[in-house]
């Protein structure tokens, strides 16, 4: 079983930054691209970000050149610096991952979508 645990959420005000993090952890996978997804109060989930496992980054329009997606593969975590916070930025925000796992070292591998649990981020002043 793997599991997706982020953090790096809170409260902060108009202009400032934060950075979430998203960890994997379990036995016997292996992880290809990850994301970000937000969702906002009454809104539709939203793609932020993504990177491939070679570090291939996508952004959507409303977040290009404020925030940075990045991963470190040695730690199966996936990170979300975001600067220039607009109160607009307030969501939900989700970790996504396309994980493979497999039940021994014998058996094909199984690729599966996971998500996080969530982290608020609330921009208000």
């Known amino acids: 079983q793997v599991q997706l645990v982020e953090s790096g959420g809170g409260l902060v005000l108009p202009g400032g930054s934060l950075r979430l993090s998203c960890a994997a952890s379990g036995s016997r996978f292996s992880i290809g691209a990850m994301a970000w997804y937000r969702r906002a109060p009454g809104k539709e989930r939203e793609l932020v970000a993504t990177?491939?496992?070679?570090?291939?980054?996508n952004y959507a329009d409303s977040v290009k050149d404020r925030f940075t997606i990045s991963r470190d593969n040695g730690k199966n975590t996936v990170y979300l610096q975001m600067n220039s916070l607009k109160p607009e930025d307030t969501a939900v925000y989700y970790c996504h991952a396309d994980v493979s796992t497999r039940r021994t070292p014998w058996d094909s591998w199984d690729t599966n979508a996971y998500w996080g649990q969530g982290t608020q981020v609330t921009v208000s002043s």
């Open positions: 990177i491939t496992s070679g570090g291939i980054t």
